[in-house]
Each structure stands twice: as structure tokens, then as C-alpha cells.
């Protein structure tokens, strides 16, 4: 038995060993093949980085050759001959898709330059080409809107933000600042106004993201600073005159700034209380006169009333919130209801971004200090830095991040910003990207906001949007492939600008992909202090700025002076002199602040005393401190001294800054007139500035002079703290949550430690709402890892939370604002990954908006759409697909066919057969929803762009005087530009005939720019399908540029070509013909004949003499047109597979069946080949190709239907 036993289990080992043998052999094998594998991997890196570096060789070959040519082009410019600028001409023509009649017809994806090439061919053209396909202007504009297409918004909006010193400070600022003026008379007006109206515009304003000011100065000879209210006026939005019978002379300086010099047309309103038997005093009378024959120009609105105060001051707060509705905030309709920020219908991007928002506050800090950084009168020595910048934009690839290095206040965001605007001046093809950092630990700071906002900012570019992560390691992981998808399809080159990167946290970690290899066409220069920059970031390239030269430092302190009406003797220049010699005293932001010290001396009058002291400071810390004893010792009174204490220490310890208003309700006791006259010593002296409508340091070191001067004892930066937080605390308890409370409240507490009171914050459903629907997804995340709470524990405490609330839910609108909160707790887990938890909330939120609202409601397929997007992450693809259907039905019931909602879930239709290799299905969506919003972004624009268009454009008209002079004339233009991109065209055709009058007035109806007017309103009269005015136009506007410009100016060039697809569109081609030939023969003379914008023109005449059935003619046209592409482009290009279906259709008409299905053959291959490399992503919109046919069948006589016009 026991023999029987030994022999099992012998016999088992023996099994078992062989087992394992085997088991070790497969690994053996397995470790063999993966090293075969890593061998083959790196052989084929190895034969990429040849193939990289040879044609890296290539372009810079090209480059030079470009460089030697533009040479040539500016000596022929200087000897006076016209010379065709590419960057000035329009996009290509309409892309008439050929295809048999019957059949539907096929969208070719590769149909632009736009479009995502072979790497070869990439690599090609980053540089080197360049032509009319580049450029897209569907109206002829100068200036600032050189390159304006209805199909691009982006580029008209950035357009627009090339031209900031055109726009007032008001128009950016996120405050609503509105100035009052008063007598003595109207005083009891003015009290009322504040007691009763100015609460209700702060919340109004509140609700949609502002802040609301009503800045008034008492009534009191002593304190009448005029510097200080010249500079409210300036900054103020809206100003507002109460007046009776009397105007003191006092206050006639004050009306006369804010009515009669109001350059900027911004809103103005003038309360005139009558009274039976009492006659105005002739100033009074004298103001109304003059504000009402400016009335056109001014906006000033006067509002006459007799009888109650009490109804005049509520006619006045009618009007005020009408002006500020429609003509400070640009909404089209005062009587919009307002909605709490966060909400769903408060911010319009949903629609074009899923549920990942713009943060418009970020936004708008990042102009705002994009604007104060560049603003500088002096920038000594700069151009041999912007010498080194522009290398780099041109330096062949693969080339690392530039380091812009400096100390603290060496003038690098200067430099970046005004490097920026000449880039955007001289560089349209370039897409630059920047990102300014402010003090370390607030937003802008935050890495995966950053990212986010960089992202999106790329997002922008692709017609069909997907959804964005908010994971921050999945966002720095996407930013790459984002970054890589628009340079392959981007024409020029994408600069990305992050200035003080050092301030970012944990900045290594976060921002890997600088190390990594950079697409060919991207460059990235990112701006160090010398003392923090990363050990690991020191081999890049590095462009270090210098100290001021000793020279140079001592004239820029003597210019402030001289321009201050202040002499320096001989002996204070020679100490000055002397002083400057070290690096310290020589650094930018020392030399700026030494200035300002000196001219406030001189105003008040002891040069010699500050002047010494200013000597001795050796660094700007030290200076900065000097300057806070300075403006301290002007106050005459000790409660001014520490309320300035106060509003430096309150700034000093805040996430983001402070607003006035807050300063307002923190200290009751506080005038306006004291809060004003002490910002406007801070904000000169270099301490404080605006962003975002909130009070901010200006610089770093501002930032660090006042905790060495005021916060040294640590308890005293936690009682300002607790100041803060009780203020927030306050709103929090009072259900005022604002973006404000949020982004300040769980920040505060978490500095302070205080975990519980963070906990309880963070389970304000509306704090916790407000971060993650504006995107602060990592920050909300950070915080509940501060009070030691995982995933789960979050999922479950939010649950909690949300059924004790639904408890008090009672009516429609609450039951709504319930469902909105399940729907974001839903998307924050799916978001975290937490998907089978993420499902609940989901179907709850469902559920109570097919119960409160209605099951066809399009709240109900925004839920389905939510939950559709977690059965795909599950991989359960006919759930989902049942879901997005119903959530179609609905929003096309609800919205209809025609609406960004409706494209959003065709566009998740597609993604989904995509996704299933249902090519065929997500084709046909893509192309409907790739429709949808092409058409939607026309008539409402793009995120950010539009109410900043609209803005302009009603700031404008007030400023096109009455004066017939060129410049108004171009103003008229520009607005007509403007209501044009807004799609009104009747208001557009407006002003463009009243430019084309005044033109044809002041400078005769044979000079350009009238051809110019007859140009953009023939090119409007085309889009409203006037075909035969649009005709008369645009052969006016020929023949007035044939006989004024030369044979090859690109202004000609645009009329000819656009004439002639009016010609082809009104079946008029034997006219168009020898407009085509002309466009060949202009691009020949401007480019070369061997330039794919001729083969472009060669391309669409060939298919006009196709539409005539004169295929000899066509014939050696097309192939012309291929050996030029295939040449300059690749043979695998878009361009030359789109060539080619033309050539198949041709061969095909012509009888020749084999040779056709041969073209067409190939032409499927290139196809492929770009689809492949699309990943099914939409075409890029910028597709400016020629036309080109679509071969699907040929049974139809009549094989060429022109597509209409893109």
C-alpha cells in the first residue's frame, strides 16, 4: 500500500516538474520575444531618428532658401516694386465636390491643407510653403481683422485681441464700476439709489459673475482729489450725474472729463430732477446742451424728472440695468434672466465643450495680465533678445524649450509679452499659446489648470469636440497627443509661452512634456528666476536677461522725472549715476520703482530726503519697503495708516486677491474717497494692481515686502486669515455662493488647517458644484485628500449630503437645481473613474427631471447623454447607443435639427461606431454634426469671442463721429466687419455703404479703399444670395484695383477670385474663365510656377472647363496640377489623392473605365492612408482646397454637380 502511495505520488512530482520545465520554457520564450521585440522597437527609433534628422536638414535647407529669398523680396520692396504677400491674401476657392447625380455626396476628409498629412509631407511644409490656401478671408478688411473668415473665429477673435490698445480698460475689467456725481441737492436721490438699487445691481451683477461697484466721493471741499477722480472716471464703466437747478464749479471738471471727453463712447446717464417754477442755472442748462448735441457720440441718456425722488430713482436704476446688461456686459437681451454662475445655462460654452467649462474668470486674468505685462513705455535693449526668440522660431527641430532666464524683476514678462505682439504682428500663420503665472499658491499657478486651459485652447481647432478628462494625470498625459494632433495639421508654426513657470507646484512633476520630444513645428520658451529654476531644466537653451546698462538705468530714472515736470541738479545726477552700478540697483523692476519714488518726491516736494533715502537701498525689497513708509507718512490720519495696513495684509494671505466691494463689506466704516486715494498710491508706486476685477500685487516682491513688513509673526497672517474665512463664511451661511466663496473659502481653511471646517465646506453641494463645473477638478480633490478622505468615503459623504437636501426640495426650480447637483456628482465620479458609483446619481437625476419637468424635456437628455458616456467606458456600446438615440430624439424635438445640442449627440453617435469599427455610421454622423456646428459657430461664434465681439462693435459705432475723414471711414468698415462675424447683416450693409460714402467723399470713388467697401459689401450681398448686386460690385471693385494697384497685388488677386466663383455660381462660366486664368497667372508672378498655390488655381479652372465638358482643355491642367503637388507636397498628400479622383472622373467621362478605376485606386490609398492618421477625427476647418470631384458611380450623364460653397 504504502509502496503503491510513494509510486502516486513519484509520479506527481515527476508531472509537476515537467510542468514547471515547460513553464519555464514558455517564459524563457516569452523574455526571448520581448527582447526581439525591444530590438526591433529601438531599430525602428534608431531609423526614425535618421529619417527625422534628414529632413530636419531639409527645412532648414528650405529655410534658408526662404531666408535668401525674402531678402530678395525686400530690396525689390525697397526700390518700390509691388511685391504679392501671401499673408495678405484670401482662402482658396469654393470646394465644389463633383459627384454623380443620384448619389450622395462624399465628404473627402482630406480635402485641405488643414487636414493632419504624412509625416513626410509635414515635415515639408511647416515652413516653407506658404500661399493663398493659408489665409482666410471671406470679407476684405485692413488692420487689425487682416484675416477674418465666418468659418473661424478663432482667428478673428485673435484678431481682435491684437489690437488691446483699442479697447478701454472697462471693456475688460470683470467689475461693473459705476461712478456717481451729486449735489447737494440731489443728495437724498443719491442716498436712496445706494440703499435701494445698488444692492440689487450687486446681486444682479453678483449672479453672472461681476462685481458691481457705485463709487461716489462726498460732498466736501477739503477732499477733493482731482488726480484720483480723473482716474475713477477712467476706470469707471458707467458714470451717473444727479443734478437739480445748480452745477458747482467743483464739480464742473469732474462733468466735463466724464461727458464731453468721453473719447471711448462709454455709457453715460444724467438725472435731472425739474421742479415747477425753478429755472436751471446756466451751467446746468450749458451741460444738457452740450451732452445733447454729443448725444449720437457720447451715449449719454438723459432722464428728466418731475415729482417723487423715490420714482426718479427708479426710473434711473431701470435704465442703469438696462445699460449694464446690454451695453457693459454685451448681453443682446436686458431683459435676460439671470442665473447663478455654475448653472447650466449661465455659461453658453456647454454647448461646445460637453460639460468641461472655461473658467471665463481665468480667462479673464490671463488677458488682463497679459495687458499688464506689455504695458511699458520703456523696453531698453530688448531687440537682441527678440533677435535670439525669433531663431528659435525658425531653428530646425528637434530643438528643446527655451529658458528665458533673469532675476526677480528683470523685465521677463515684459519681454515675452511684447515679443508675443510682434509675433502676432508680423507671424498670422503662427498660433501662440501663453500662459502668465502669478505668486506661487494661487490659480494661476494650479498645473492642471494650466494644462486644462492650454488644452482647450488647442480644442478650439477641431470642429468635432470630444470630451475632455479633468483627471489631472490623464490631462498632462493628453496634452501631448492634443499638442501633436494640431501641429500635423496646423500651417506654421505653434509657439506655447508659459512665463514664471518656476512658480508653478511641483512644476517637474506636472510639466514632464517639456522633456519629451516636441512635434517639428512646435516651440515652447518658458521664463525662469535664476535662483528656482529646476536643476534638471539648466541644459536647455537659455537666454539670460541682464541687468539695465549703468547708462541706461540712470536715463530711464532722469525721463520719469523730466515727463513729471521735475528738474534733478547736476550733483543729485552724478549720485545717481554713481548708484547705479551694481546689479541690483541696475535690475528693471528696481530702476521702475527708484523712478516712481523720485517723481512722488518731486510732487511733494522733497526730492533731496527721498533721494537719499532711495540710496540707500541696495536691492528692491528694501526699495519697496521704503515706498510703503513713504505712502504711510503721506497719510495725515493713524486709521488710514492701518486700514492700509489691513488691505495689504488681506491681499497678502488671499488665494487670488480681493475685490474693492469685499474691502467695502470687511470695513463698514471705510469711504470710497479713503479706499480710492489709497489704492492710487499702491497702484502707482508699483504695490497693487486690477485683475479680474480684483486687488492683486503687482509684482512678487511686493507680494514678500509686505509679509517682511507687517506679517513676520505667524499668528498674525492666521487672524487675517480667520478674517477672511468668517467674511466667506458669512455669504456661505447667508446661500450667497459666488465663484468668489468658492475659490477662496475651501483654499483659506485648508492653509489653515482647519480639516473639519474644510470637510463641512466642501459639503456645500453648490461650493463643491462651482469648483468642478468651472474645471477646478484637482484643486476639489486636493482638498478632500487634505481632510483624509479616499474616493469612496467622498462618493458616500456626497450621497449623504445630497438626500438630506433633496428632503428640503420642495417646487420646480429646486426640484431642477437637485437633478443639476446628482448630474455633477455623477460626472465627478465618472471623472474620478468611480463608474458603477457615478451611475446612481446619474439615473436619480434622470428620474427627477422626467418626474419635475417632462420625459421630452432637453434636461432629460442631457441625464441620458451623461449616462450613455458611462456604458461606454463599461464597453456596453448598445446601451449606450439606445441612450444617445433617445437623448437625440429629444433635442431635436426640443432644440431641432439644426442646434449645437443635437450635433453634440451626433457627434457622441459617431465617436461610438467609431469606436466599434462601424465606419460607414460614423461617417454619415459626423459629417451631419461636423454641419451642425460649422453653421452654429457662424451665427453665434466660438467660447470667449463673441460677447467680447459684440462689445467692441458697440463701442465702436459711438466713436464713428460725425466728421467725414478716412479714419472714420475705416472705423464704419471695421463695423460693418464686426455685425457681419455677429450675422446681422442688415445693420452690417449699414455701415459698410456708409463707409463706401464717406470713401468715395473724402478720398474719390476711384481710390482702393472704396474698392475695399465694394468688395466686403459684394462679398455681403453673396451671402444674403444677391447675386446679380454682389456682380456689380465686385466688377466695380475690379476695375477700380486694376487701374490702381499692380497686376500682382494680392488685393486684386481677392477680387478676381471671388468674382470669379460668383461668375461659375451664377452659370456664367464663359465669363469666369479668363478670371481663373488671370488667378493662375497671378500666382505664377507671386509664387513661382512650381508652387501648390498655382497648382490650386491650375485645379480649379481644370474643373470649370470640366463643368463646360471641355476635358482637352482640363486634361493637361490637372496633370500640371499633380506633378506640381506631388513634387512640393508628397505623393501620399490629401492635395494629390483629391487631384487624382478628379483625374479618375475625367478618365472616366472620357470612356477610359480602366484607367480610371487606376486613379481612383490610388487616390482611395491616400485616403486610407490619412484616415488612418486622422483616427477619425473631423477634417480640420481651415480646408481651403481646390475642387474636386467624387467618383461613386458614373451611370448619370451629367457626373459633375458643383458642391455649393464652403
Given at each position: 500500500m504504502g509502496t503503491a502511495s510513494s509510486l502516486a505520488l513519484q509520479k506527481t512530482y515527476q508531472k509537476i516538474l515537467r510542468e514547471k520545465e515547460s513553464a519555464l520554457e514558455a517564459k524563457y520564450q516569452a523574455m526571448e520575444r520581448a527582447a526581439t521585440f525591444e530590438h526591433d522597437r529601438d531599430k525602428v527609433k534608431r531609423q526614425f531618428k535618421i529619417f527625422r534628422e534628414t529632413k530636419e536638414n531639409e527645412i532648414q535647407d528650405l529655410l534658408r532658401a526662404k531666408r535668401e529669398l525674402e531678402s530678395k523680396l525686400q530690396r525689390l520692396q525697397a526700390q518700390g516694386i509691388q511685391i504679392f504677400d501671401p499673408g495678405e491674401s484670401d482662402s482658396d476657392d469654393n470646394c465644389a465636390d463633383i459627384t454623380a447625380a443620384g448619389t450622395q455626396c462624399e465628404y473627402w476628409a482630406g480635402g485641405a491643407l488643414g487636414s493632419e498629412p504624412s509625416i513626410g509631407s509635414m515635415i515639408q511644409l511647416q515652413q516653407s510653403v506658404r500661399g493663398p490656401e493659408f489665409a482666410h478671408s471671406s470679407i476684405d478688411v485692413e488692420g487689425p481683422f487682416a484675416n477674418i473668415n465666418r468659418d473661424d473665429w478663432d482667428i478673428a477673435v485673435a484678431s481682435l485681441l491684437q489690437v488691446t490698445p483699442l479697447f478701454s480698460h472697462s471693456l475688460w475689467s470683470n467689475a461693473v464700476r459705476c461712478y456717481l456725481i451729486y449735489t447737494e441737492e440731489t443728495q437724498p436721490e443719491v442716498e436712496l439709489f445706494l440703499k435701494e438699487c445698488s444692492p440689487k445691481l450687486k446681486r444682479m451683477c453678483e449672479t453672472m459673475g461681476y462685481f458691481f461697484h457705485a463709487v461716489y466721493f462726498p460732498i466736501d471741499v477739503e477732499n477733493q482729489n482731482l488726480t484720483i477722480r480723473k482716474w475713477e472716471i477712467e476706470k469707471s464703466s458707467l458714470v451717473?450725474?444727479?443734478?437739480?437747478?445748480?452745477?458747482?464749479?467743483?464739480?464742473?471738471?469732474d462733468c466735463e472729463e466724464a461727458f464731453l471727453k468721453n473719447s471711448e463712447g462709454k455709457p453715460r446717464l444724467i438725472y435731472h430732477r425739474l421742479e415747477d417754477g425753478k429755472v436751471s442755472s446756466n451751467s446746468v442748462q450749458q451741460l444738457i446742451d452740450q451732452v445733447s448735441n454729443l448725444n449720437k457720440t457720447s451715449k449719454a441718456k438723459i432722464i428728466d424728472h418731475s415729482g417723487d425722488p423715490a420714482e426718479g430713482v427708479y426710473k434711473t436704476y431701470i435704465c442703469v440695468e438696462k445699460v449694464?446688461?446690454?451695453?457693459?456686459?454685451?448681453?443682446?437681451?436686458?431683459?435676460?434672466?439671470?442665473?447663478?454662475?455654475?448653472?447650466?445655462?449661465?455659461?453658453?460654452?456647454?454647448?461646445?465643450?460637453?460639460?468641461?467649462?472655461?473658467?471665463?474668470?481665468?480667462?479673464?486674468?490671463?488677458?488682463?495680465?497679459?495687458?499688464?505685462?506689455?504695458?511699458?513705455a520703456q523696453e531698453l535693449g530688448f531687440e537682441k533678445y527678440y533677435r535670439r526668440l525669433n531663431d528659435l522660431v525658425v531653428a530646425p527641430a528637434p530643438i528643446p524649450p527655451l529658458l528665458v532666464s533673469g532675476g526677480p524683476g528683470s523685465g521677463k514678462s515684459l519681454l515675452l509679452s511684447k515679443w508675443i505682439q510682434l509675433q502676432q504682428k508680423n507671424s498670422p500663420n503662427a498660433l501662440?499659446?501663453?500662459?502668465?503665472?502669478?505668486?506661487?499658491?494661487?490659480?494661476?499657478?494650479?498645473?492642471?489648470?494650466?494644462?486644462?486651459?492650454?488644452?482647450?485652447?488647442?480644442?478650439?481647432?477641431?470642429?468635432?469636440?470630444?470630451?475632455?478628462?479633468?483627471?489631472?494625470?490623464?490631462?498632462?498625459?493628453?496634452?501631448?497627443?492634443?499638442?501633436?494632433?494640431?501641429?500635423?495639421?496646423?500651417?506654421?508654426?505653434?509657439?506655447?509661452?508659459?512665463?514664471?513657470?518656476?512658480q508653478v507646484q511641483q512644476v517637474e512633476k506636472h510639466m514632464k512634456w517639456l522633456i519629451d520630444p516636441l512635434p517639428v513645428n512646435v516651440r515652447v520658451i518658458v521664463s525662469v528666476n535664476v535662483e528656482t529654476c529646476p536643476a534638471a531644466w539648466r541644459l536647455w537653451p537659455t537666454l539670460h536677461l541682464d541687468p539695465l546698462n549703468p547708462n541706461d538705468a540712470k536715463c530711464i530714472i532722469l525721463s520719469e522725472c523730466h515727463s513729471a515736470d521735475m528738474s534733478v541738479s547736476k550733483e543729485q545726477e552724478k549720485k545717481l549715476e554713481q548708484h547705479c552700478r551694481s546689479a541690483t540697483t541696475r535690475n528693471a523692476l528696481y530702476v521702475t520703482l527708484f523712478s516712481k519714488m523720485m517723481t512722488r518726491a518731486g510732487r511733494a516736494g522733497n526730492v533731496d530726503k527721498i533721494l537719499h533715502q532711495c540710496l540707500q537701498c541696495q536691492d528692491t525689497v528694501s526699495l519697496y519697503r521704503l515706498a510703503l513708509r513713504s505712502i504711510e507718512e503721506s497719510m495725515a490720519k493713524d486709521v488710514d495708516k492701518e486700514l492700509m495696513r489691513e488691505i495689504l495684509c488681506l491681499v497678502n494671505v488671499s488665494h487670488n486677491g480681493v475685490s474693492e466691494s469685499e474691502l467695502m463689506e470687511l470695513y463698514p466704516e471705510m469711504s470710497w474717497a479713503v479706499l480710492t486715494s489709497l489704492i492710487h498710491s499702491l497702484h502707482k508706486m508699483c504695490l497693487l494692481t486690477y485683475g479680474c476685477g480684483l486687488l492683486r500685487f503687482q509684482h512678487l516682491q511686493a507680494w514678500e515686502t509686505v509679509r517682511l513688513e507687517y506679517m513676520e509673526d505667524p499668528t498674525i497672517t492666521s487672524s487675517y486669515r480667520q478674517k477672511l474665512i468668517s467674511y466667506f463664511s458669512l455669504q456661505l451661511s447667508q446661500d450667497r455662493v459666488t465663484w468668489r466663496s468658492a475659490d477662496e473659502l475651501p483654499w483659506l481653511l485648508q492653509q489653515q488647517g482647519s480639516k473639519q471646517k474644510l470637510h463641512d465646506c466642501l459639503l456645500n453641494l453648490f461650493v463643491s458644484q462651482n469648483l468642478y463645473k468651472r474645471g477646478h477638478f484637482a484643486e476639489l480633490l486636493s482638498y478632500w485628500q487634505f481632510v483624509g478622505k479616499d474616493k469612496s468615503a467622498m462618493a458616500s459623504e456626497y450621497f449623504d449630503a445630497l438626500k438630506q437636501f433633496e428632503k428640503s426640495?420642495?417646487?420646480?426650480?429646486?426640484m431642477t437645481r437637485l437633478a443639476d447637483l446628482y448630474e455633477t456628482l455623477g460626472c465627478f465620479l465618472k471623472d474620478l473613474g468611480l463608474l458603477s458609483q457615478a451611475v446612481v446619481p446619474l439615473q436619480r437625476s434622470l428620474e427627477i427631471r422626467e418626474t419635475a419637468l417632462d420625459p421630452d424635456h432637453p434636461g432629460v437628455a442631457q441625464s441620458l447623454h451623461q449616462l450613455a458616456s458611462v456604458h461606454v467606458h463599461w464597453k456596453k456600446f448598445g446601451n449606450a447607443e439606445q441612450l444617445y438615440k433617445q437623448a437625440l430624439e429629444i433635442s431635436e424635438n426640443a432644440y431641432g435639427a439644426a442646434h449645437p445640442r443635437t450635433a453634440r449627440e451626433l457627434a457622441a453617435l459617431a465617436a461610438l461606431y467609431q469606436r466599434q469599427s462601424k465606419y460607414e455610421q460614423a461617417e454619415h454622423f459626423r459629417k451631419k454634426s461636423f454641419k451642425i456646428r460649422q453653421k452654429a459657430t457662424r451665427r453665434k461664434g466660438n467660447l470667449y469671442g463673441f460677447a467680447l465681439l459684440r462689445r467692441r462693435a458697440l463701442q465702436l459705432e459711438e466713436l464713428t463721429l460725425g466728421k467725414d475723414t478716412p479714419d472714420n471711414a475705416r472705423t464704419l468698415n471695421e463695423l460693418g466687419v464686426l455685425y457681419y462675424l455677429q450675422n446681422n447683416l442688415e445693420t452690417a450693409e449699414q455701415f459698410l455703404k456708409r463707409s463706401l460714402e464717406m470713401r468715395e467723399r473724402v478720398l474719390g470713388p476711384d481710390h482702393p479703399d472704396c474698392a475695399q467697401s465694394l468688395n466686403n459689401l459684394a462679398a455681403l450681398c453673396n451671402e444674403k444670395k444677391q447675386y446679380d448686386k454682389a456682380e456689380e460690385l465686385y466688377e466695380r471693385a475690379l476695375d477700380i484695383r486694376r487701374r490702381a494697384l499692380a497686376p500682382d497685388h494680392p488685393s486684386l488677386a481677392y477680387t478676381v477670385k471671388h468674382l470669379a466663383i460668383l461668375y461659375k455660381k451664377m452659370g456664367k462660366p464663359d465669363k469666369a474663365v479668363p478670371l481663373y486664368e488671370l488667378a493662375v497667372e497671378i500666382r505664377q508672378k507671386s509664387f513661382g510656377p512650381k508652387h501648390p498655390s498655382v497648382a490650386t488655381a491650375l485645379v480649379n479652372l481644370a474643373v470649370l472647363y470640366s463643368q463646360m465638358k471641355k476635358h482637352i482643355e482640363a486634361l493637361p491642367l490637372y496633370e500640371r496640377a499633380l506633378k506640381i503637388y506631388e513634387d512640393s507636397l508628397g505623393r501620399m498628400h490629401p492635395r494629390v489623392g483629391e487631384t487624382l479622383k478628379n483625374l479618375a472622373v475625367l478618365s472616366y467621362e472620357e470612356g477610359d473605365f480602366e484607367k480610371a478605376a487606376e486613379l481612383y485606386k490610388r487616390a482611395m490609398e491616400i485616403k486610407e492612408a490619412e484616415t488612418s492618421l486622422l483616427g477619425g477625427k473631423a477634417p480640420s476647418r481651415h480646408s481651403s482646397s481646390g475642387d474636386t470631384f467624387s467618383l461613386k458611380t458614373a451611370h448619370s450623364p451629367n457626373v459633375f454637380l458643383p458642391r455649393g460653397q464652403r
Open positions: 451717473i450725474l444727479f443734478i437739480h437747478s445748480t452745477l458747482p464749479s467743483l464739480l464742473w471738471e449694464i446688461k446690454q451695453d457693459i456686459l454685451g448681453f443682446e437681451n436686458a431683459d435676460l434672466e439671470t442665473k447663478d454662475l455654475g448653472s447650466e445655462d449661465s455659461i453658453p460654452e456647454e454647448d461646445d465643450f460637453g460639460d468641461v467649462l472655461w473658467d471665463i474668470h481665468d480667462e479673464q486674468e490671463q488677458m488682463e495680465t497679459f495687458q499688464q505685462a506689455s504695458n511699458s501662440i499659446l501663453s500662459h502668465f503665472v502669478g505668486r506661487p499658491m494661487s490659480a494661476s499657478s494650479e498645473s492642471s489648470l494650466i494644462i486644462k486651459r492650454l488644452t482647450l485652447k488647442l480644442m478650439q481647432h477641431f470642429w468635432a469636440v470630444s470630451a475632455l478628462t479633468l483627471d489631472p494625470a490623464k490631462l498632462l498625459e493628453e496634452f501631448p497627443r492634443w499638442l501633436e494632433k494640431l501641429s500635423a495639421r496646423h500651417q506654421g508654426s505653434i509657439i506655447i509661452v508659459i512665463d514664471s513657470i518656476d426640495c420642495e417646487g420646480e426650480d429646486s
